[in-house]
T-cell receptor
Framework: DAGVTQSPTHLIKTRGQQVTLRCSPK?????VSWYQQALGQGPQFIFQ???????QRGNFPDRFSGHQFPNYSSELNVNALLLGDSALYLC????????????????FGPGTRLLVL | SQQGEEDPQALSIQEGENATMNCSYK?????LQWYRQNSGRGLVHLIL?????REKHSGRLRVTLDTSKKSSSLLITASRAADTASYFCATDATSLNAGKSTFGDGTTLTVKP
């Protein structure tokens, strides 16, 4: 049973470029959340996708966008990269059951480390 | 700003000793979770404690929650060198916010063999 997978593991971009990060959730999970973790800090919530729509969003600019596919995998896109976007980007998956109660435990992937020069 | 704040920021102990980390938060919560992270890798979920629970155990881990003080503690007993990692607390405000966790900046634990 594969856990949460993310690609690529590392990425180097220059300012102004665009980047796409990918995440495959744990088998059986239908919800994907993305987090940004700067060096020495805790993760910060970017947004969450459920049923192919953005369900919740944190305090991040519109340069950060995402997508969820019918197979529940997800992409995080960042446009017009800034030096401050350098961070570890974490994907977490879980299973939401809005009618029968929520399964709150999230399972995290290994992350994608993005360096913006 | 982060909802949770861990204390201390760094902790260094000898193998076999107990390690206690504390977390404080600012607003009401539905649940609180503790995670471990090794060297900037992905987070590993340790324990989830709901707002109506006061204590939970998992192996060598003991978590307490005091909602009146808006605080939680994580106790690792009989620590091992392999417990060396960063530990984070995270809160979900309501059940509808599940998955939108607010993290603190973590406690870095070093266990010396």
């Amino acid at each position: 049973d594969a856990g949460v997978t993310q690609s690529p593991t590392h990425l180097i971009k220059t300012r102004g470029q665009q980047v796409t990060l990918r995440c495959s959730p744990k088998s059986g999970h239908d919800t994907v959340s993305w987090y940004q973790q700067a060096l020495g800090q805790g993760p910060q919530f970017i947004f969450q996708y459920y049923e192919e729509e953005e369900r919740q969003r944190g305090n991040f600019p519109d340069r950060f966008s995402g997508h969820q596919f019918p197979n529940y995998s997800s992409e995080l896109n960042v446009n017009a990269l800034l030096l401050g976007d350098s961070a570890l980007y974490l994907c977490a998956s879980s299973s939401l059951d809005l009618t029968g109660g929520l399964q709150e435990t999230q399972y995290f992937g290994p992350g994608t480390r993005l360096l913006v020069l | 700003s982060q909802q949770g704040e861990e204390d201390p920021q760094a902790l260094s102990i000898q193998e076999g000793e107990n390690a206690t980390m504390n977390c404080s938060y600012k607003t009401s919560i539905n649940n609180l979770q503790w995670y471990r992270q090794n060297s900037g890798r992905g987070l590993v979920h340790l324990i989830l404690i709901r707002s109506n629970e006061r204590e939970k155990h998992s192996g060598r881990l003991r978590v307490t929650l005091d909602t009146s003080k808006k605080s939680s503690s994580l106790l690792i007993t009989a620590s091992r060198a392999a417990d060396t990692a960063s530990y984070f607390c995270a809160t979900d405000a309501t059940s509808l916010n599940a998955g939108k966790s607010t993290f603190g900046d973590g406690t870095t634990l070093t266990v010396k063999p």
